[in-house]
């Protein structure tokens, strides 16, 4: 009896240990600080992440993973923006086409938004949805937008969070009427862990500067006018870069899904710290990253899709 009430002891124990921490998952791209290209075949082992003076275990680092992408464009009527139109019509023949699997959602706003109902891994039915979505948004004048009111909209179009979510927005940066504003938009997407990734319109190539502009404002960046998307951006671990056909979808895929064990008390978004080592495991501070701000509570819910 009394053996059986010390293993009992000892099981309880040991659960006890285990339940200090979860696994929470978030999106990290990284980059190699001289030539600006991504770096690839990166394992667990190669990142470093702490809360304070915490240490924060890295469970797992997957590189080909599936996540939820809403591709947001803003819709405008003005003769000067037809260069904007006609990159909305190639930005939606990309969502048609989306390789089978990718799960993506599709919405055009101005004064208000119409998002589809679903994120569609069905290349023929996501088409079917984004035919219709253009087709609702016909009727939009596109004289004022709402960018904030409509990225609330498209936050909750996800519904529960999955890791990796992300809504790539077009816009030219300005809000008009939204009755929501930046600081309300920072708390949202904190909470909700999802990234946002804005692209804007621009003659130049895009390079490895225009991934990383938040350090300053060159004289190019100028005309986006709208800094709190920039930081927005930047704050959920994502990038603001500038329209090249063909290849917008791309970041909103790369990256890596990282697993990072999280104590289990933890209740709310808290502040974090992450860094790559080299190949001897030292501290790689050349080379650059992009991860959220804050680390949402993990979520023993959440699944996880990786291929």
């Known amino acids: 009896m009394v053996r059986t009430i010390c293993f009992l002891l000892i099981i309880l124990a040991t659960s006890g240990l285990f339940a200090q921490n979860c696994t929470t998952y978030v999106v990290v791209n990284t980059f190699d600080g001289k030539t600006g290209q991504g770096i690839d ?3 667990a082992g190669n990142f470093q992440a702490k809360a304070g003076n915490v240490s924060l275990p890295i469970a797992s680092a997957a590189q080909n993973f599936n996540n939820r992408v809403l591709v947001l464009l803003q819709k405008s009527a003005s003769p000067e923006k037809q260069k ?7 930005i939606a023949d990309l969502v048609r086409q989306a390789p089978a699997g990718r799960a993506i959602a599709f919405g055009v706003f101005s004064e208000k938004a119409f998002i589809s109902s679903e994120f569609f891994a069905d290349p023929e039915k996501r088409a079917e949805a984004v035919d219709a979505i253009l087709a609702q948004a016909a009727q939009l004048p596109g004289k004022i937008s709402t960018v904030y009111d409509t990225l609330h909209q498209a936050l ?6 999955q890791p990796g979510d992300t809504i790539l927005l077009m816009s030219d940066g300005n809000d008009h009427t939204s009755k929501r504003n930046p600081t309300d938009l920072t708390k949202e997407f904190t909470e909700k862990g999802t990234r946002l990734l804005v692209v804007v319109e621009s003659g130049l190539p895009v390079n490895f500067t225009n991934y990383f502009p938040q350090n300053h404002y060159s004289e190019y960046e100028k005309p986006f006018l709208a800094p709190a998307l920039k930081a927005l951006s930047r704050q959920t671990g994502g990038a603001y870069r500038y329209y090249e056909a063909g290849k917008i979808l791309d970041f909103a895929w790369a990256g890596y899904l990282l697993g990072i064990k999280t104590p289990a008390a933890w209740d709310n978004p808290k502040e974090w710290q992450l860094a790559l080592k080299d190949a001897s495991g030292k501290i790689d501070k050349k080379a650059l990253l992009l991860f959220p701000q804050k680390l949402t509570p993990c979520d023993s819910a959440v699944t996880v899709a990786i291929h």
């Open 156 to 161: 909750a179009a996800f519904g529960p969070h």
């Open 84 to 90: 904007t139109q006609e990159q909305l019509r190639e």
């Open 41 to 43: 075949d990166l394992k």
